[in-house]
């Protein structure tokens, strides 16, 4: 296993990869800002310090298995993915191009380390279900890991799947709620409330962590709570802010599937320390 990224190294690593975002999606001119750069504390953890994986060898039968039932929030996972060796850093430059391979939404086909495509809200988690499920069935040690969004908790099939990984014990199992509290059309609770989310999911036989999900001392903790849990599945809400660290985005529903212009991105940028020349640069040299 890769040597662990400490809480210091790990903020250093967030910072890098919402830098990722910020250029890829302004190049591409499209995608998604909001949710990608909510998730971005939790996704750093699990790439940077918790999961057994392998990037450079993707047949690796003992590494863990990783989904993102959001699949929209593709300039995270591609950033993840690249930062961690999946592929070169500055493929990021092509995202959503024709001549590039990263796609809006993750294709297996198509991305080296991808486990399945997604991209249809609501189907992660059964995904991640049946992963955990064959692995208890082999006897295999390894982990699943699913992040969803808290907008695609209003389908069904979330609740069919939460059931279902209650009934059959799968402690291999660990969902992040990335629990910001908007989705596109608006606050989560206006579109079709999902409070008290946690009881539910108490009501549904999980067991329930709850933190702030940009404190990676509390990130940290959840996940190695998960790890030792016996029984039953573990759900992470991590409380985030749409939009994380780049001011005029904050708490603004409306950046949920928007890219920044240009001009933006060198105000954002700007606030993350860089700028789009000196940042692009560096990714075309990586």
Sequence with gaps: MREKLNVEQLKSKALEIRRNIITMLTYAGSGHSG???????????????????????????????????IGHVTPLIYSLMAEAGYFPKNDLLLFRQFQGRLEG???????????????????????????ALGSKLDKHKRRVYVVCGDGELQEGQIWEAAMSA??????????????????????????MGIHPLGDKFRAFNWNVVEIDGHNFEEILAALEKARNFKGRPTVI?????????????????????????KEQAAIALAELGTTLEDWTKRLAES
């Design 35 to 69: 949710g990608s750069l909510s998730s971005t504390d939790y996704g750093t953890a699990l790439f940077f310090n918790e999961m057994n994986i392998e990037p450079k060898n993707l047949n690796y039968k003992d590494r863990d298995l990783w989904f993102f039932s």
């Design 166 to 191: 209650a009934h059959y014990k799968l402690d291999n199992l660990c969902a992040f709620v990335d629990y910001n509290k908007l989705q596109i059309d608006g606050n989560v609770e206006d579109v």
């Design 237 to 261: 809400l991590g409380n985030t802010i749409m939009g994380k660290c780049v001011s005029f985005m904050e708490n603004n529903h409306k950046w949920h599937g928007n890219p920044p212009s």
């Design 105 to 131: 939404h993750p294709c297996k086909k198509h991305v080296p380390g991808i486990e399945v495509s997604a991209g249809s809200l609501g189907q992660g988690l059964s995904v991640a279900v049946g992963a």
